[in-house]
């Protein structure tokens, strides 16, 4: 990955905030249960299991596109670091 161009780096490094990452598992998890009900009564209202599945999938591919990419909103928290001390040689 050290090929690679700074700005390409750091994109598809996608760091993320740990209280970001949290709220993202709770509401991605929150997601998939809804989706996965929403897309079964779907597919046993319209007799077809074809299109629950196109549902449950067009649903997760907007869940990948939201979570996924290194997006600003998941750095809303940014982790602050303490600045780096010397040791005193003796």
Same mark, same amino acid.
């Given at each position: 990955?050290?090929?690679?161009?700074?700005?390409?780096?750091?994109?598809?490094?996608?760091?993320?905030?740990?209280?970001?990452?949290?709220?993202?598992?709770?509401?991605?998890?929150?997601?998939?249960?809804?989706?996965?009900?929403?897309?079964?009564?779907?597919?046993?209202?319209?007799?077809?299991?074809?299109?629950? /599945?196109?549902?449950?999938?067009?649903?997760? =591919?907007?869940?990948?596109?939201?979570?996924?990419?290194?997006?600003?909103?998941?750095?809303?928290?940014? =982790?602050?670091? /303490?600045?780096?001390?010397?040791?005193?040689?003796?």
């Amino acid at each position: 990955m050290n090929q690679l161009p700074p700005s390409v780096q750091k994109v598809l490094e996608g760091k993320i905030d740990p209280k970001s990452q949290y709220a993202l598992e709770q509401i991605t998890q929150i997601f998939l249960i809804a989706l996965t009900v929403v897309s079964f009564v779907i597919s046993f209202f319209s007799s077809s299991v074809i299109f629950g /599945l196109e549902v449950f999938l067009g649903g997760l =591919v907007l869940l990948i596109l939201a979570a996924v990419p290194p997006w600003p909103y998941l750095n809303r928290h940014p =982790v602050k670091f /303490l600045p780096v001390r010397k040791l005193h040689q003796t």
